[in-house]
């Protein structure tokens, strides 16, 4: 075999973007993939980023079974293969870490320490929670969601246990055992996860085991104290007393570049490309202004969409002039919601959508 | 060719969760592998960038949450943390090989 220099070099330089996601954590598993990775509609799963609250400790599928039960007429056992017997529903749409861009953050907080890579888009099958649901006969008296996983915590460690508003849980949850078209694999929450359109991922709950309908909302750690998010704005830095804050449930509209040049020639164009995504069902437009103009330009949105899943987008930049410019992008979501050039301030990081930016060397 | 080259690239990586970042050299180095290992790697303490407060906070969250900590130690592992991981500490992360298709 003869040895191609040449293609040896151009490998070794797209391999690191291609074939490696970024370990966060090694126990419990925290892995965000790079930004320059994620150009494709649909993240592929063994891109896909993973967050772990808890070491997981992983139902065995063949014994494995959801309980339904609390304000309910019969509460419910369902076996995985009696979940594959209802109607089959698929969502295409993004998952990110509410945590995403806490690097970002201007004074740094505790936490996982996220860039832009704790998110992804991809399609998710399984069965509607609303379909689920009529199976037990939900009251009228319950409101909300319970949700319990697997991944039970040591000793005195708060268990990550989390609650919905029923009205969103019936409108377009999903409760998926596939995930861009293969099993659901198991750092994503095998057998059964939890999928909530448009809102951040601490309600997509992984390796399912109950879901309780109840009047009020799940309390503990994870509802009275992480997960929220000011209700009027702060400076940064500020402390926000829980009740001064809401519990966080839509993303916020944000873009970011994934594909730009380092260095080009004057006078030649670039083909900038990225990804735009909101709680908003869908993406109105995604601008671009370079540090030489005043005003933004449209970039041309990819036509495939679906409501709450990322739009790829791309922009061809000429340069103007020799030295280092940076491009800035900002999108807004069809509600009209522009992203900000500064992310609201919250002490956990939560939700960061400043304007994303690249910086291009032009030269003769 | 192609293929054979970009498997060895990626068989140089660990595989996610099988290799750790290490604490760096100090005396309460042992006293914070002993309080925090029991739950996490050491990854997630060496990636945050808080001052002595902010540590101070989260070490006695930790403790709240069953960290074993003596009361002796703590505030020799608060310094040994902002000391090393203070405001302005710079963080890699470990690259890994993504799981096989």
Known sequence: ??????????????????????????????????????????????????????IARMPD?????????????????????????????????????????????????????????????????????????????????????????????????????????????????????????????????????????GWAGDHWMKWLVRLTAAGKPQTGFYMDTAYRWPIQPGEPGVTFKPEEMRPLTEMAVKSNITTAPKRMKLGAVADIRGFAFSGAPGIARVELRDDGGKTFRAATLDTRHAPHAWRLWSYRWKSSRKGVHQLFVRATD??????????????SGYLYNAWHSATIEVTA | MKALLVLILAASLPMPGTKFK??????????????????HSADILVQQRLNQKQWTATVEKMMRWGAVVPPEKKMPIVEYLARHFGPGAKFEPIRVQVPPR
């Open chain 1, 1 to 54: 075999m003869q040895f191609d220099r040449r293609a040896f070099l151009r490998l070794a330089a797209i391999a690191p973007f291609t074939s490696h996601l970024l370990q966060m954590n090694g126990y419990p598993l925290n892995v965000e993939t790079p930004l320059e990775s994620l150009t494709d509609y649909l993240t592929p799963n063994e891109l896909f980023f993973v967050r772990s609250h808890w």
């Open chain 2, 22 to 39: 290490e604490l760096p050299p100090g005396k309460a180095k042992v006293d914070v592998e002993a309080a925090c290992y029991a739950c």
């Open chain 1, 61 to 197: 599928p063949k014994t494995w079974k959801l309980v339904v039960d609390g304000d309910v007429r019969t509460p419910r056992k369902l076996s995985l293969a009696e979940l594959k017997t209802m109607p089959r529903a698929e969502a295409t749409c993004v998952l990110q870490c509410a945590g995403n861009g806490r690097a970002l953050q201007s004074p740094a907080v505790p936490g996982v320490q996220w860039n832009y890579g704790a998110v992804g888009n991809a399609r998710w099958s399984g069965v509607r929670v609303r379909d689920v649901l009529a199976r037990a006969g939900v009251r009228d008296a319950a409101k909300h969601l319970h949700m319990f996983g697997s991944d039970d915590p040591p000793g005195k460690v708060p268990p990550f246990h989390r609650s919905i508003e029923l009205e969103k849980a019936l409108d377009d949850c999903i409760l998926a055992y596939e995930m861009n078209g293969k099993p659901l694999p198991p750092e994503h929450g095998a057998p059964l996860r939890m999928v909530v359109p």
């Open chain 1, 334 to 347: 069809s509600r009209g919601v522009t992203q900000p050039r500064v992310s609201v301030w919250n002490q």
